[in-house]
């Protein structure tokens, strides 16, 4: 080690601060300059953090679970009543359903109908919140030797979660549908009207570029919509809300504040790829998403 | 060291090693802190969680025992902070070595105060920082950020601030001690 006189060390002392001050700046331009070594320092972090995040998220859903039930338990009776009362209504519908089912394929049968291939899937525990403050992401612990790539499509049991953003050999983050860099084509079932989603880090996403004279219906259904090729058609995203200031929001199908597992599909589409490590593709055009 | 005449125990490895730790001690909990938090805890309001316990910790230990919380260690906290929350890194370790240069500034006066006083500070840096932390990565993503999440975060910060200060309080006199090793 090196002896400093007592003054030399002092003066040392003070520089520290400013000096890690100006590293900071550095680290923030070299973040904006290189945002893949950022990307893949965050992956390598995740990837450590992810087999420890899925032994804790174990006991922690068991907790979880206790506390639910027990909530659960004062609100039997009203619970029971409304779901006799609803089961009611969907036995109802069911009925329905089950006619149009059979018409549709007779029609289809008719008309020689190309079925839509059935896309692989893999299921991913959903191991922590990658979001921060100004973000909406979910981080997913899928194992060594996963089959995800960049790109495919996340959904819950009810609807559309988001896309896969970053991957790294044991973990995968997937950008929520309200994140504010998240941009998704959506049909309003209703209308066949095109919009756009546009995330907004609130709750609810909002729509956007409309079709003009069609206005979203309040509680109208809002599905994917194949247009750039990014998502297949059809896939349920929520139903339009507005709020008081008269804006339409989407409230989503799919349970993002709690998510427990997600489904990755592949349906091999290949319209917007979302940054790739290859230079080759980041050479194709400036991208929205992060 | 050696100021005061008197019996003391001897330097052997243990004691080292326990002085060590107890010198480590700020520096990993607050770490440890925050990959806990990152956890899935299934709070709401996790990630603001996350950024006002790293400030709090930060800050009270800059404040208080500022020899087991030199500048290198905030450099890495704040790292550890912004991988963790998928921010633009730099901005986390920016807003941690000026709370961090702050707290060394206001210590002859802030450490002689009460309680409160100390508090009121930190409502102040937390704020500041939250502004800052906004600013910065507004700057970095070209676009302007809904300020309510900052906010957010910095009442959070503000309200946990005495709960985790008591517990940090007692930690302070006991485990983080190097004396006392």
Redesign the interface.
């Known amino acids: 080690m090196i002896r400093l006189s007592i003054p030399v060390r002092q003066a040392l002392a003070k520089l ?2 400013p000096v ?2 100006a ?10 300059a290189d945002a893949l070594l ?1 990307e893949r ?2 992956m390598a ?1 995740a990837d450590a ?1 992810a087999p ?2 899925g032994v ?2 174990e006991p ?1 859903a068991s907790v ?1 679970g206790v506390i639910d039930d027990a909530e659960e338990t004062f609100s039997l009776y009203s619970e029971n009543a409304r779901l006799r009362d609803e089961n009611e209504r969907l036995r109802a519908w069911e009925s329905v359903a089950l006619a149009l089912d059979a018409e549709n394929a007779t029609l289809k049968a008719n008309l020689h109908w190309i079925p839509d291939p059935a896309p692989g899937y893999v299921s991913a525990r ?10 909406r ?1 979910v981080l997913l612990s899928v194992g060594p030797n996963h089959s995800v790539t960049k790109g495919q499509i996340a959904l819950d049991e009810r609807g559309l979660v988001g896309r896969v953003t970053e991957l790294g050999s044991r973990s995968a ?1 997937v950008l929520l549908i309200t994140d ?1 860099n998240s941009r998704i084509p959506v049909i309003l079932e209703g209308s066949r009207a095109r919009a756009m989603l546009v995330g ?2 609130g709750a609810r996403p909002r729509l956007m570029y409309w079709t003009e004279g069609q206005l979203p219906a309040e509680g109208e259904h809002v599905v994917t919509s194949a247009e750039a090729n990014a998502f297949p058609a059809g896939l349920p995203v929520g139903t339009v809300h507005y709020t008081s200031s008269n804006v339409p929001e989407v409230e989503p199908a799919a349970r993002l ?2 998510l427990e597992v997600v489904r990755l599909f592949d349906y091999g589409l290949r319209g917007v790829v979302p940054p790739e490590s290859q230079g080759s593709l980041r050479a194709q055009g400036p991208e929205r998403r992060r | 060291m050696d100021r005061l005449p008197g019996i003391r125990p001897r330097q052997s490895l243990g004691r080292r090693l326990d002085m060590a730790a107890r010198r480590g001690f700020p520096g990993s909990t607050t770490a440890l802190l925050l990959l806990v938090t990152a956890a899935p805890l299934g709070v709401p309001g996790q990630a603001e969680l996350q950024a006002s316990i790293a400030l709090a910790c930060v800050f009270f230990w800059s404040l208080f025992r500022p020899a087991s919380m030199p500048p290198a260690v905030v450099f890495a906290i704040g790292l550890l902070a912004d991988l963790l929350g998928f921010a633009p890194p730099g901005v986390g370790v920016l807003t941690l070595l000026i709370a961090h240069g702050l707290a060394l500034r206001w210590r002859r006066v802030l450490v002689r105060q009460g309680f409160l006083l100390v508090w009121l500070a930190f409502v102040g840096v937390a704020f500041g920082m939250a502004a800052v932390q906004w600013a910065l990565t507004s700057l970095l993503t070209f676009r302007l950020l809904p300020p309510g999440p900052g906010v957010f975060q910095a009442a959070i910060g503000a309200g946990l601030y005495p709960a985790l200060a008591t517990l940090l309080t007692r930690a302070h006199q006991t485990l983080a001690e190097p004396e006392r090793a």
Do not use: E, P
């Open positions: 520290t601060l890690l001050i590293a900071a700046f550095g680290l923030m331009l070299l973040g904006k950022a320092a965050r972090l953090l420890i995040f804790l998220a922690l979880r959903v191991v922590a919140d990658a979001g921060g403050v100004y973000a992401a983050r504010m907004s880090n504040d709690r």
